[in-house]
């Protein structure tokens, strides 16, 4: 189940941590996340992680200060180094588009803040009293952030038209040629745009940098498609492992551009098993309308 919908399952249906807790043992999530939640009445909060593996992120203690809450939204990386990583950059559980970061006090004494254009919790963060007649005091400093994953963050949060964006990574790209998140953020937003030829362009480019990534190759398998060459796109999707680390959009794009393949290769059962595979994964109508909508405008773009 998508994870904000177990949050307004919580919001609505829990008066206490106990109700809070049997929700997430009724409901999971379909990718790994952490998750603070407090109790104001009785300034009791709990950390729940969802991942696949036996290894916590956290060290788990039976208390947490604030400091403690800080670092665990700053953390970019899980157990194995990839939890919370997204290509080559780190995308944090509460960095990169997340512009404000409030974290209430448990006492109901004021709460802390930090905002910015991007990497909300690793901005500067503030405490603002209940009183409010006195000033914001800094409680921790901003941390650095790559110059590189700034710039991403900056229009990845920025109002901006799918082209704009394009634009604005193809201008990056000049500073950052080898990054690969830069060229298939580049592409990504490029199809949205409709500008083919530099989909097809930033695509590759990134997959030149990083062949073994499963995202790229599966966007690519898409450009293979686009271009009739069925066998060699057949091929690819059918040597590419994804697991839990990877989006849930690109898992299910997956599952739906092979079944499609298996179809044209007449590979019924195999076609059928890959589809009912993209059903049970895929329950949120969001992400249904976004890759048959993709794979749609493959086979449009391609009459």
């Avoid at 709990?46 to 947490?64: A, D, G, R």
């Avoid at 997204?86 to 995308?91: G, V, Y």
Wanted: hydrophobic residues 35%.
């Amino acid at each position: 189940m998508p994870h904000h919908i177990i949050y307004r399952i919580a919001l609505e249906e829990c008066a206490s941590l106990d109700e809070l807790m049997d929700v997430y043992s009724n409901y999971s999530g379909y990718i790994g996340g952490s998750y603070l939640w407090s109790d104001i009445k009785t300034s009791t909060g709990i950390l729940i992680e969802n991942i696949s593996t036996e290894q916590s992120v956290y060290k788990i203690t039976e208390t947490y200060n604030i400091y403690d809450v800080v670092k665990i939204l700053r953390t970019t990386a899980g157990p194995f180094s990839s939890l919370y990583y997204k290509e080559d950059l780190a995308w944090g559980i509460c960095n990169l588009m997340t512009h404000n970061l409030i974290i209430f006090n448990s006492k109901g004494h004021g709460f802390y803040m930090a905002n910015g254009k991007s990497y909300g919790s690793c901005n500067a963060i503030f405490y603002f009293s209940d009183d409010f007649t006195k000033s914001p005091v800094l409680f921790l400093p901003q941390i650095k952030i790559n110059s590189c994953e700034k710039e991403i963050g900056n229009i990845e949060g920025g109002i901006y038209t799918d082209e704009e964006k394009f634009y604005l990574y193809k201008e990056l790209d000049k500073s950052y040629p080898k990054i690969s998140t830069i060229h298939f953020l580049a592409g990504s937003y490029a199809f949205k745009a409709g500008l083919l030829s530099e989909w097809i362009e930033y695509i590759a480019k990134a997959r030149e940098i990083l062949p073994d990534n499963p995202e790229y190759n599966i966007e690519y398998a898409g450009v293979l498609i686009y271009q009739k060459q069925y066998d060699e796109a057949f091929h690819l999707l059918n040597n590419i492992h994804i697991d839990y680390n990877y989006s849930i959009r690109y898992k299910a794009l997956h599952l739906a551009l092979l079944s499609n393949l298996c179809k044209v290769k007449n590979l019924r059962n195999r076609a059928q098993e890959l589809k009912n595979e993209y059903e049970i994964l895929l329950q949120e109508k969001q992400y249904i309308d976004q890759i048959e909508a993709y794979i749609k405008a493959i086979t449009y773009y391609v009459k």
